[in-house]
Nanobody, 115 residues
Framework: QVQFVESGGGLMQPGGSLRLSCAAS????????MAWYRQAPGKERELVAS???????NYVDAVKGRFTISRDNAKNTVYLQMNSLTPEDTAVYYC?????????WGQGTQVTVSS
């Protein structure tokens, strides 16, 4: 059974930074594609960023140049560094792990950007 521990969300002023962490267990982490999704109120869940087992990254256009996804395979952890936050980044952020046989989701962490 895949389990996640997500942390790092909270309230931040526009222009500020947050770093999300997601520690996974019960999965061959180093072989998994790891991703962060977000869902804002009244909107569909969207992919924010992903990182392959080889370290290749992909970002939605809205966060390019501001967010950075990274992984530490020794710690089974994926990170999302979020800089220059705007109110439009307000959402619940979900960690996702995908392999050939698993597609698992974290419980989500709230990020609120407001002055």
């Amino acid at each position: 059974q895949v389990q996640f521990v997500e942390s790092g969300g909270g309230l931040m002023q526009p222009g500020g930074s947050l770093r999300l962490s997601c520690a996974a267990s019960g999965i061959m982490f180093r072989f998994a594609v790891m991703a962060w999704y977000r869902q804002a109120p009244g909107k569909e869940r969207e992919l924010v960023a992903s990182i392959s087992s080889g370290g290749g990254t992909n970002y939605v256009d809205a966060v390019k140049g501001r967010f950075t996804i990274s992984r530490d395979n020794a710690k089974n952890t994926v990170y999302l560094q979020m800089n220059s936050l705007t109110p439009e980044d307000t959402a619940v952020y979900y960690c996702n792990a995908r392999t050939a046989t698993v597609n698992a989701w974290g419980q989500g962490t709230q990020v609120t950007v407001s002055s």
